[in-house]
């Protein structure tokens, strides 16, 4: 779009929670005028896709947090709350012509039902003159436009890293981050009201809440949840943080009890990150390119591109977004109906320590260690035989991080049932990795103070006769037969 092209312009935000690089945001404060800003809660929606209360918590906070920078800049930030998505075009277009509108921008989301939403807006706006465009900003590139010799979309990550990176290594990146957009000035305020009715129930309005819908509030503050803070300037000063180690990330990443990850992931996922701030840190500490000098900094970049993979898979196989494997066969797996075991799973205590500190570290701070998070979504799905989708739909209810692709990915990838998941006979040992990835146990003590006194030979896999006075269960299945019979199981679906 041609520079001022609009005299009013409106911004939709979504997951995209920040001023600086923010595509739909620039892009918008250069075509138009004047300017203002929206956010529409939709709580049946995101309940109905599995929101929890953290993420949906981190989601508002983050948004005051960003209504009170961009009111430095004198640009509103309008909240309205509507039930679900179904309403949404409807109340953009009385909106626009309420605010004498004349361009939408927004970034693009991906999910099935998004990008139905985001579809019946740009239908509906066009049939009152009012332009939308959807910008790239939650990927690298568009979804789409990497694709295999015959056209498709990649199945399998390797091909798609090696195909991503011949085209974008040593060379002109096109991912440099976007400055903020400039200030509007004083007067700029002046030209919004401070609220507008719609027709209906709800209203188009400044304040933005605690909560919504049936939404608790997670706790830790306004400026956090649970042990997070909220806002750019905390995703900046935590991305400023992993820079000084991000070359030894390699080698420290797997490793629970040592602080080796970025843990960037929620401000990623509400948006008060943009990925691309990511890569450009990763590409200064190796010398410009994805594979570089720096193991730790190439393994991480690696890292991004795999949530790049999961983003583009969810485009180019919507099947995943409807409830379904990505594999049609493993539709037939005979899950297990034994809810006690999975309560156990949730509650950590399945008598398994390093799946029980794992699950009671999700169940506190809302995260969890990535290679934990692939160690109790295979004891899940295989050694307990139970559906991953229960086990995905907990993890939607309780990550502060929670996002759909990502998450998605992640289980299926688990449970054998998704595309480049891991061979069927790939069973993680749970002590083993213990014992590989917290060799004293110090992570295990922090969630299971249970087992505080116990060594750290014993620790990983106590023996049954010390629980006397039973503290801590025994565990809730032998961990060398269940993994064989999950073997058979999936076996016999190619019979």
């Known amino acids: ?18 001023m600086d690089d923010n595509t739909a945001l620039y892009r918008a404060a250069k075509a138009c005028n004047a300017l203002a800003v929206i956010f529409i809660a939709c709580p ?11 993420v949906v918590a981190m989601r508002l906070r983050t948004l005051k947090a960003l209504q009170a920078s961009l009111a430095k800049k004198h640009i509103p930030l309008y909240f309205l709350e509507l039930r679900g998505f179904a309403q949404v075009s409807a109340a953009l277009e009385q909106i626009c012509r309420k605010l004498n509108i004349e361009a939408l921008f927004a970034n693009a989301e991906y999910p099935l039902n998004e990008q139905r939403r985001d579809a019946a807006v740009r239908e509906t706006l066009r049939s009152v003159g009012v332009p939308v465009e959807y910008c790239t900003d939650r990927t690298l590139i568009p979804p789409g436009s990497l694709t295999t010799g015959s056209g498709e979309g990649f199945k399998v990550y390797t091909p798609f890293k090696r195909a991503f990176i011949a085209r974008h290594d040593n060379r002109d990146q096109g991912f440099e981050p976007l400055p903020a957009p400039r200030s509007l000035g004083a007067d700029h305020g002046d030209l919004w009201p401070e609220w507008i009715a719609l027709e209906g129930e709800h209203n188009l309005v400044r304040a933005i809440p605690d909560t919504v819908g049936d939404y608790g509030v997670a706790p830790g503050g306004d400026s956090r949840v649970l042990e997070w803070a909220v806002g750019e300037g905390a995703a900046k000063t935590l991305l400023e943080e992993f820079s000084a180690i991000v070359a030894d990330y390699q ?3 797997d490793f629970p009890a040592v602080p080796g990850t970025s843990r960037l992931s929620p401000y990623l996922n509400c948006g008060a990150l943009s990925v691309r701030r990511c890569v450009q840190m990763a590409l200064a500490e190796n010398d410009g390119r994805w594979v570089g000098s720096s193991e730790g900094a190439s393994c991480w970049l690696s890292e991004l591109l795999w949530r790049e993979f999961y983003q583009h898979l969810v485009v180019n ?7 379904l494997p990505f594999k049609p066969e493993t539709e037939r797996v005979p899950w297990s109906r034994r809810t006690e075991d999975f309560e156990r799973w949730c509650e950590g205590q399945t008598g398994v320590p390093i799946v029980d500190a794992a699950m009671r570290q999700l169940n506190q701070t809302g995260w969890m260690h990535n290679r934990l998070r692939m160690v109790v979504a295979s004891f899940l799905t295989k050694n307990l035989l139970t559906d991953w989708r229960k086990g995905e739909h907990y993890f939607m209810q309780k990550l ?13 990838w688990a449970a054998s049932t998704g595309t480049d998941a891991a061979p069927y006979f790939r069973v993680f040992n749970p002590y083993s990795q213990s014992k590989r990835f917290d060799p004293d146990g110090a992570f295990i003590r922090a ?22 006075d039973r503290s801590y269960p025994a565990p809730v299945c032998d961990v060398t037969e269940s993994r064989k019979h999950a073997i058979e199981v999936f076996a016999n679906l190619k019979s």
């Not at 041609?2 to 935000?13: D, I, N, S, T």
């Not at 196989?317 to 409830?323: H, I």
Request: glycine fraction near 8%; charge should be negative; aromatic fraction near 12%.
């Open 447 to 468: 969630f299971v103070p249970e087992l505080e006194g116990y060594s750290a030979k014993d620790i990983h896999c106590p023996p049954n006769d010390l629980f006397s």
């Open 317 to 323: 196989f919507p099947r995943v977004c409807r409830n």
């Open 251 to 253: 080698e420290q990443r």
């Open 44 to 54: 049946q929606t995101w309940r109905s896709h599995g929101d929890g209360d953290n």
């Open 1 to 18: 779009m041609p520079e001022k092209a609009y005299q009013r312009g409106l911004v939709w935000l979504r997951n995209d929670l920040r």
């Open 400 to 412: 502060v991080d929670a996002d759909f692709a990502a998450n998605n990915g992640g289980w299926q």
